[in-house]
C-alpha cells in the first residue's frame, strides 16, 4: 500500500535569499532533509537566465523540489515524503518548517497545503 505525504507551498523570499547561488539551494534543501532525518540519495539544479534557479533534492523517503521566482520574490516548494518503513508525517512537516525558517525568515506555516495519499 502507498501512503504519503505531499506539503507544498508558495513562500516569500528572504532578502537573503536573493545572494544565494544555485549550490546555496542545494545545500540549504539537504541540510534542512538531514537535520529532519531524511535519507538524502542524489540532487540537481539549473540556473535560469537571466534568473531564477530549480533545485531537486532526491530522497530515499521520496523528494523535494523547490523553484526561485526572483522577480515574484516567490520560492515555491513541493515536498513528497512515503511512509518508508513507518510514518513519516512529522519528518515531511518538520522540514517544512526549517524550510520556510530559511526561506521566509518567518516560522509561520500558513501558506503551506497538505496532501496525505493512500492506495
Not at 10 to 36: G, S
Not at 45 to 64: D, T
Not at 71 to 84: G, M, P, R, S, W
Not at 96 to 117: G, P, R
Request: charged residues 20%; aromatic residues 12%.
Amino acid at each position: 500500500m502507498i501512503q504519503s505525504h505531499h506539503f507544498y507551498a508558495i513562500l516569500p523570499a528572504a532578502e537573503a535569499v536573493f545572494r544565494w547561488e544555485t549550490a546555496d539551494f542545494i545545500r540549504v534543501v539537504k541540510n534542512a532533509a538531514k537535520t529532519a532525518q531524511l535519507t538524502v540519495i542524489g540532487e540537481l539544479a539549473y540556473a535560469f537566465q537571466p534568473q531564477g534557479i530549480s533545485a531537486v533534492v532526491l530522497l530515499a523517503e521520496s523528494h523535494v523540489a523547490l523553484h526561485f521566482w526572483p522577480e515574484e520574490a516567490k520560492v515555491t516548494i513541493d515536498i513528497h515524503i512515503c511512509d518508508y518503513q513507518k510514518d513519516n508525517q512529522e519528518k515531511a512537516r518538520f522540514l517544512a518548517k526549517i524550510l520556510t525558517i530559511q526561506i521566509s525568515e518567518s516560522d509561520s506555516m500558513d501558506s503551506w497545503n497538505y496532501l496525505y495519499i493512500s492506495g
